[in-house]
T-cell receptor, first 115, second 110 residues
């Protein structure tokens, strides 16, 4: 149980375009999903917390107009990187949490490369 | 934001040896999770500890939560090459958020 999927697993896009990443909890309902960014050989950096049916809460320094998050259902959250630039290239990972649970279950990640 | 310090940053050992990874903070966490991450993949949850002084065992892995719920350790007995990976501790904060340590890269050579 507690499986989280992400799509796509890797994407290459041109500078100035937008990219959407999907995060799905496959076998449980996730009231809260989280989006992280990870640079090579570094730990995870939380970007935003997404609650179903409400606006996402962004961490300090994360541009909410650039990283659009939608959590339309209890099993799906999306992250859209708008007007992508090469510095947005990174490994993006989502996680999902049961209601009242301590644990977060992570997706396999999406490698974004902006050329 | 509560800070979690993980040590050591890097650990290289031979197969069969034991190792311990530490996770320390000056703040109290409601829970502490340990994850292992392999290159190009998402972290995989190993264990959650909630009660101060709690000890949990997962085969050759032993996890301990400090009495004051500010620190934790992960001990691996008789390490195997399959134990190679990035080990991350994460403390539970408000709203279900996790504060991650910087990670410990463990390499076990045959």
């Amino acid at each position: 149980g507690a499986v989280v999927s992400q799509h796509p697993s890797r994407v290459i896009c041109k500078s100035g375009t937008s990219v959407k990443i999907e995060c799905r909890s496959l076998d449980f309902q996730a009231t809260t999903m989280f989006w992280y960014r990870q640079f090579p050989k570094q730990s995870l950096m939380l970007m935003a917390t997404s609650n179903e049916g409400s606006k996402a809460t962004y961490e300090q320094g994360v541009e909410k107009d650039k990283f659009l998050i939608n959590h339309a259902s209890l099993t799906l959250s999306t992250l859209t990187v708008t007007s992508a630039h090469p510095e947005d290239s990174s490994f993006y990972i989502c996680s999902a949490r049961y209601i009242h649970s301590y644990e977060q279950y992570f997706g396999p990640g999406t490698r974004l490369t902006v050329t | 934001t509560q800070l979690l310090e993980q040590s050591p940053q890097f650990l290289s050992i031979q197969e069969g040896e034991n190792l311990t990874v530490y996770c320390n903070s000056s703040s109290v966490f409601s829970s502490l999770q340990w994850y292992r991450q392999e290159p190009g993949e998402g972290p995989v949850l190993l264990v959650t500890v909630v009660t101060g002084g709690e000890v949990k065992k997962l085969k050759r892995l032993t996890f301990q939560f400090g009495d004051a719920r500010k620190d934790s350790s992960l001990h691996i007995t008789a390490a195997q090459p399959g134990d190679t990976g990035l080990y991350l501790c994460a403390g539970g904060e408000s709203w279900g958020k996790l504060q991650f340590g910087a990670g410990t890269q463990v390499v076990v050579t045959p």
